[in-house]
């Protein structure tokens, strides 16, 4: 199976489907709107060499200069672009691609050197910090450009001075006497190394990502010192001297760096770097499989997905390391304690996820995939696709209100998000063929598309026909042109009790979340259809995460409330209890054409089990942080009964629909949920919420 | 009023009574143990300045030497012994302590200077670091261990060197040119110079602490910069070099500096500074009154109390900077996100409270000042007086398991409760008199004890007979000795629904929590009786803490469950489930005499309303940190019941004993609770948990 960054060209997504628009609006809009910006920030010019006055900014984050990243969101913009000319040619675009390029080609030193900062601004530092000043980082979003240019264009234009830049890395880095034992700060590299093997088949380009992979976290890496420790001394650095992201000194977890990757037991630090890491691990199992590094990928793999990811498919709790936190630890906002979530580890997951389902067809991977893709990620972009989030809380506060940003100083995401849907379909099928006579496709998300591949000069066609992510019905029509075909589709988690297929199998073999179809049914039954009811559901945190919430679901989407629908609310929906014991509230789902941004969605209401939280007074033995609840009895008498303390509900109501009051005396008709990637999309006051504090009624 | 190191001595508790037995615990066992620790360690000859092999050791916490402490070691055990001293002399003890006053007096140089690791190790570098190194810390407590001597000896010899050691930081340190215009890093010198201040009556004592309490947090003390960045320039620190506990750079909060204290509008930062610092700005409204500090003190009490208290009682989520997190993160232990509610700032709490009654006589403060003495502070020590606690959690885990320990690097905590136990009395009764004919008496914990003092020649006495806290009934035997004479006595806030007073008062003036008795009444009835209900109680932390777990507590006590009496624990309690909706259990309470401890305590026992939580397998989508729950119907048809996400309640019952299982297949018979204070007395597995998860049956 290739990358989903080729693959992507064999399906086609259906007109008017909902990622296809998705993904036009990226194309008519995104496309133009970043390329405008780089060209305001300075970041198109940059790689002329010329001096810009923000080069002499104090950096938001020392050591890091504020322009480091300038190199990497002009690779993420090409690749991005070249995403979308495969099926539409565009001049304007394509002029900025060619004249980017012959940029890039003219700022390379003779020594194959290819680095705007350390060029322009810091010459003699280059290659002195790799812990923290990504020139491979920035090397790895160029070399995955120009892979991405030379499937285009068919030529070596961007790829060669990136090979030659390249060559330098392997000259300097390596396990040889005289060679730096480095490794990149912030993994990228290895990703953009396997796929530029891809294209050169040449195996040092392997060879380097290995190494890099293999000596990461060595403690000993580096005259018997760990290589950030060694490299930090030969900069004169001192003990206590350390980036205002390290908690601690020598915090090498925030790297993933702080042991070999085969002995870590969690994924810590910064989630972006961990999952680029991992989907790199990945990625090489394909050349070089080694079943210690699968059981490290599955075993980081379940400790993420099972102890340290949101509800949303969202990863990185805490703000200062932009990462992971302790087990369980997954508050819903920055009031409670954290939640960061950012767009670009969202994209790390799905990465990461299509990477494992290529080592292990397992649904667990495709569903985590899909709850990213349409959740976490999805929500980083505007439904203009001007205006993007970084962090993706699942509630906000006064400190930190749910709004969308124009533009980021560090604006990874941004772009990210671009590239992403570039080649969106690449996540949706991938397929595969032994011979020329048998061929198999995966189904891992059936979002309306058509799957063409070539099997010894005959096209095997899969058409999918449905309203992903908004009605669960899908039809299939293969025309699988005389090879003997097989088609493997997930069964979603949220599905997977209550799905049916017609014509009907007497006994379906379902593996790991997958229905296998053999080649007698489908040469049977070419068009088949799928129903995987869409029920509004409840989700929940596990319970050591504390939060006592539960959320509303749909189908692949989680749900959430914001103001513009409930214009009550003016505490952030913190106050708002969801009754749902004994009995969970009858939803009612709309189909809504909402005329501000244009978005046709299925919302949700509930209009009753709600109720407010009272909490009363100031004081502090009577009644707030440390609240006394009634008193029991010691024996005999009745029991009173007991209300959570410093709760009052101040009404609690069943399906007969009542008025329910806020506490500050506004009637409540109901609530009314939107999809979590909706938000932030119309103009609201920044008060939002996935998971609502459960309540009793 | 007198500070509570004097005011004690008018109150002698009653023998066998429980703080007297604590109190004795400290004189027969603990002064001695820690004398020989001092010896051991070094601590002890420090004074005599020679080198100390450890002297070389790396700092546990750059740039604070670990030894940087052992000024104040010293000083709190001299403080300690001498409040002992006062009613019963011991030789070893007082040798011990002369002793050390004439190590102490010869360690002084010429110029005033005091302090070992400055003399010693680095003097060079005397006061350059007031934000760091502890110069002035160390000097308070040697200057209120030479208070304490004076009050008992009636000598200079340790308040001689001391006020020299003063004046020599009257020149340094003041706002004129020169001056240097910098304050400690860790408040405490204020408290001691207004100590000070009351036996010399110089005026510049008092002058230096209010210079030192006004200038703090000055954003541009020292030419045009913080006082802390200008000293830290000077040293030729880099920006971006910083004390381990500072997360960023900067972290002045962390010192409670970050800005004047009259714009401060919450409690930041390490929590035993925070404490001192507003115990002095207390301590120095008596002599200096201003309205803008009373405020100042009003709005931290309350944020503090209302958003950052445990239910112990304990402050202070953070282990990295020892101290307060946001608003209302209030984790139960290190697996949950934090919890350290160190054994120092429990006694911080207190002495803050105590200065806030006599700023205005509310029993919010001293409600508090009770629950930290029998809670927070007094679980800081065994049962012996020879093992201590200086992080006190409200749940163990694996990592942080529940034990005390034999002592500490960083030694404060101990010899903190030692003090504290000697001058235990002067929290419970507070004494004054306008003129030789009338006096009043604040009775703010009536444990048993009799209160005397003198008013024109006349003592008037007031004896208290309780059991306290134990049982609430406490008779009060007043004589006035011709005095005209009122008493205020708090009523707790757990008992302010249910108390009653014998003989009665038709209506009793009850103000800001307290029953003023007037001289007609209390001439009448010399001996009355007052019964405050010590019936067992749930409480619970604020909502928005989002703990969701219920405690039990029973008059001033907070109680727990230990592994040693619920042997069948595995995870902390963490899965277990108290059901207390719609109905409480009920509770057993019994007088238990531990033949391990020989403590005689009231144990509370919960036979029925819990169960144990199940946690289901480790898959992702149907299981663990993203839970699906049951799936609502849309319309019509019947709702289908809803329980919990990944909870499966393994038995459910209700009064009617039935068995209880644990997840791992142990029938559990009821649920063994004791006071938090005896905690980890026992040899146990380190198991202890305060808040349980709330359940529903």
Redesign the interface.
């Known amino acids: 199976m290739a990358q989903p960054q080729v693959s992507f060209l064999q399906t086609k997504l259906k007109p008017d489907s909902f990622l296809h628009r998705k993904r036009e609006v990226v194309r008519e809009n995104t496309l133009l709107y970043q390329l405008d910006v780089l060209k305001k920030t300075g970041r198109y010019d940059a790689f002329k060499l010329q001096w810009h006055d923000s080069y002499s900014d104090e950096p938001d984050h ?2 890091v200069p504020n322009h480091l990243f300038w190199d990497s969101d002009v690779g993420k913009w090409i690749e991005a672009a070249v995403y979308f000319i495969h099926d539409k040619k565009n001049e304007t675009i394509e002029n900025a691609i060619h004249e980017l390029v012959d940029m890039i080609r003219s700022a390379q030193q003779d020594d194959g050197y290819l680095n705007i900062h350390f060029t322009v601004v810091a010459p003699k530092e280059r290659f002195t910090n790799f812990r923290d000043l990504h020139e491979l980082y920035n090397a790895g979003h160029l070399i995955e450009a120009a892979v991405a240019h030379h499937d285009l264009y068919h030529n070596d234009k961007l790829i060669e001075p990136l090979v030659k830049y390249v060559d330098l890395f392997c000259k300097t880095l390596g396990p040889g006497e005289g060679q730096k034992h480095g490794y990149p700060g912030h993994p990228e590299i290895e990703i953009a190394l396997i796929r530029l093997y891809e294209v050169t088949k040449d195996p040092k380009h392997l060879e380097l990502a290995q190494y890099f992979i293999d000596e990461r976290g060595n403690l000993a890496g580096q005259d018997g010192k760990h290589f950030y420790t060694s490299e930090a001394e030969a900069r004169g650095e ?7 992201y390290y ?3 020598k915090s090498y977890w925030y790297n993933s760096a702080h042991k070999p990757i085969l002995e870590q037991e969690s994924v810590e630090g910064h989630s972006v770097r961990s999952m680029y890491l991992l989907t790199a691990v990945a990625a090489l199992n394909k050349y070089r499989p080694r079943s210690d590094y699968q059981k490290a990928l599955q075993r980081l793999w ?1 400790n993420m ?5 949101y ?1 949303t498919g969202g990863i990185g709790a805490i703000k ?1 390391w932009e990462g992971f ?7 819903n906002g920055t ?3 954290g939640c960061y979530s950012e767009t670009c580890a969202a994209i790390g997951v799905m990465m990461l996820a299509e990477r494992m389902l290529q080592i292990d067809l397992d649904s ?1 991977y495709a ?2 995939m899909e ?1 990213c893709l349409y959740n976490s990620m999805l929500c980083g972009m505007s439904t203009d696709g001007k205006r993007f989030t970084y962090v993706n809380q699942l509630a906000s506060s006064d400190e930190d209100p749910d709004k969308k940003a124009a533009w980021y100083t560090c604006a990874c995401c941004p772009p990210n998000v671009s590239r992403t849907l570039g080649f969106v379909s690449g996540y949706l099928v991938t397929t595969s063929h032994d011979s020329d006579k048998s061929a198999n496709i995966n189904v891992h998300i059936p979002a309306a598309g058509t799957t063409a591949f070539d099997v010894g000069g005959k096209v095997v066609k899969l058409d999918i026909d449905s309203t992903w992510p908004w009605d669960g019905k899908v039809g299939f029509d293969l025309d699988s042109a005389g090879v003997q075909t097989t088609i493997a589709i997930r069964i979603p ?2 599905s ?1 009790s209550n799905w049916s297929i017609s014509p009907k199998i007497d006994e379906p073999d379902v593996r790991k979340g997958y229905l296998h179809l053999p080649s007698p049914y489908l040469r049977s039954n070419s068009q088949f259809t799928i129903n995987f009811p869409m ?14 919430v ?1 959320a509303l ?1 749909r189908g692949p989407l989680v749900y959430c409330l914001e103001d513009v629908d409930n214009d009550w609310v003016t505490d952030h929906f ?1 106050s708002l209890l969801l009754n ?10 709309t189909q809504v054409h909402d005329k501000v941004t244009g978005e046709d969605i299925v919302a949700m209401h509930i209009s009753s089990h709600f109720s407010f ?1 009272k ?1 009363d007074g ?5 009644g ?12 005999g008498g009745k ?4 209300t ?4 009052s509900f101040l009404e609690v109501n069943g399906d007969q629909k009542k008025e329910v009051m806020t506490p500050d005396g506004k009637i409540v008709e109901g609530l009314n949920f939107v999809p979590y990637y909706f938000r932030a999309n119309r103009e609201g006051r920044g008060h939002m919420r996935v998971g609502i ?2 309540g ?1 009624s």
């Not at 001192?238 to 205002?244: A, I």
């Not at 997905?305 to 990811?309: G, I, P, R, T, Y």
């Not at 029991?639 to 007991?642: A, L, R």
Request: aromatic share 8%.
């Open positions: 020392w050591p001192r003990p206590y001297e350390r980036p205002n908690p601690k000194p379940n997905v099972d102890k340290k990811m509800l200062q936190s302790i087990e369980y630890f997954l508050p009031d409670e304690g667990k569903d985590i709850l988690e949220w997977s029920t509004p559901r409840f989700i929940a945190p596990h319970p050591f995460t504390n939060q006592n539960i679901a913190k749902v014991q004994p009995h969970v509230p009858t939803v009612k789902e939280l909490v100031q004081g502090a033995m009577d707030v942080a440390l609240g006394t609840c009634a008193a029991t009895e010691m024996s029991k009173p009964s007991f959570l303390p410093q709760t504090r459960i009793t």
